[in-house]
């Protein structure tokens, strides 16, 4: 049973940092795309970056490209979500996702993995 879990949220000042940590079991880790989400209240869930299954490749969401960086160990199956120059409108519950595809996925239905989420608030 695959099983993800996110940790590392928490309240943080505008323009400071966070760093996410999804840990993934039950599954082998280096096979998976590893895809970080989030949700604000009252709105859908929103794509925020990507990392291949080797981790030589990203993609971001251009509204946290030059913020945001993932990185992943696939020797401790965990990927991390580096949140720089944080701003209040980052706050959100923010979830990782995993998938066995090849190519990176931009949308929550192109992921079958889900963590509970953390929650990120960033204040003003």
């Known amino acids: 049973q695959v099983q993800l879990v996110e940790s590392g949220g928490g309240l943080v000042q505008a323009g400071g940092s966070l760093r996410l940590s999804c840990a993934a079991s039950g599954v082998t880790f280096s096979r998976l795309r590893m895809g970080w989400f989030r949700q604000a209240p009252g709105k859908g869930r929103e794509f925020v970056g990507v990392?291949?299954?080797?981790?030589?490749?990203?993609s971001f969401a251009d509204s946290v490209k030059g913020r945001f960086t993932i990185s992943r160990d696939n020797a401790e199956n965990t990927v991390y979500l580096q949140m720089n120059s944080l701003k209040p409108e980052d706050t959100a519950v923010y979830y990782c996702?995993?998938?066995?595809?090849?190519?990176?996925?931009?949308?929550?239905?192109?992921?079958?993995?889900w963590g509970q989420g953390t929650q990120v608030t960033v204040s003003a």
């Open positions: 990392i291949s299954q080797s981790g030589d490749t990203t």
């Open positions: 996702a995993a998938d066995r595809n090849l190519g990176f996925g931009f949308r929550p239905s192109q992921y079958t993995y």
